[in-house]
């Protein structure tokens, strides 16, 4: 095969799924294109076509067949949002946990994206037509705060504002454990997780520079409510830096907490909120704040732990 990638196994690696060692091997492409390109037959060990779960050994030659993805394009879809703020150049929801911002690996349907363009006529057109008016990102299982720029102008002006630091952003978070100051700056550099590529972390101190500021709101048995603020936006920020002292967000299987919590209901979300956002209104300059409150599932979750 012509402009093929190749690579011999390592007896390391011997025993691995060959899904994993792709992963593992090319971590600039997705999950999901590595694995549709075993799909189609783009991936071959000595020379064979091989499935996903197969087990390799040393010495295995991997030959990869790189081929582009179908481009994905947003439609609109009929979807419910819930409008916290709006003028003529921005929107601010209120994004549920479970909701992905824009498609993606995996994500065709029933995004941010596709409700969006559903309620408003036009959205910036700066993040293509894949992240129509997007000039910020929350994870999928965390909720609150999202803003979208209805104009190309706006979203420039936005984009500044988050470059340069000037929006504040602040979440609430339930973690695991008694967090022992009520309250502090962690400083940690932030980069992919080589043991487990899904994820990032904050223990190798190298990455990119990131900074969390936390506050104790409330104290239970086992767990503490904080409010953190932060000033960086790196990937799984919050989820990474908390883990990182030792205490997980409350339902963050990827980032240690544990899967049950006795005599508490199934959490189904990690307990992360973007409570507030400030910034500066893109025409006017002037400061606009919108919350978000906790909601109603997380409240009645975390009301239900002991003091």
């Known amino acids: 095969m012509a402009d093929c990638y190749n690579s011999v196994v390592d007896g390391e690696r011997a025993g691995g799924r060959l899904d994993r060692y792709l992963q593992a091997m090319y971590p600039e492409h ?22 996903a779960s197969y087990r390799l050994r040393a010495g295995d030659t991997v030959a990869v067949e790189p081929a582009e993805l179908k481009p994905l394009r947003a439609v609109p879809e009929a979807i419910p949002l819930k409008i916290l703020y709006e003028d003529a150049d921005l929107v601010a929801i209120d994004k549920p946990a479970g909701m992905v911002v824009h498609a993606g690996a995996g994500v ?36 609150g705060v999202l803003l979208a720029a209805k104009t190309d102008a706006a979203h420039r002006r936005l984009a500044e504002e988050f470059a340069a630091r000037e929006v504040e952003k602040t979440y609430l978070a339930l973690v695991h454990g008694a967090v022992k100051s009520e309250a502090g700056r962690i400083e940690r550099p932030i980069t992919r997780d080589p043991a487990r590529r899904v994820r990032m972390t904050a223990r190798l101190g190298r990455g990119r520079a990131a900074w969390s500021e936390y506050r104790v709101l409330r104290r239970f048995r086992n767990f503490t409510l904080l409010e953190v603020r932060i000033g960086t936006g790196r990937t799984h920020q919050i989820r990474a830096h908390l883990a990182a002292l030792g205490h997980p967000v409350a339902g963050d299987r990827l980032y240690g907490a544990p899967a049950e919590v006795a005599g508490q ?8 909120h973007a409570h507030r956002i400030r910034f500066r209104q893109p025409s006017t300059g002037e400061p606009v704040r ?10 009645a979750w975390m009301e239900a732990l002991p003091l």
């Open 108 to 143: 065709r349907e029933g995004t941010v994206v596709n409700a969006l363009l559903h309620r408003f006529e036009s959205l910036s057109q700066l993040g293509g037509e894949l992240r129509p008016g997007i000039v910020h990102r929350l994870d999928r299982y965390t909720s």
């Open 290 to 299: 919108v919350e978000s409150p906790l909601p109603e599932e997380l409240r």
């Open 30 to 51: 997705s999950r999901a294109r590595l694995q549709e390109w075993i799909r189609e037959g783009r991936v071959r060990v000595n020379g064979e076509v091989a499935k």
């Open 265 to 272: 209901a199934p959490l189904g979300r990690y307990f992360l």
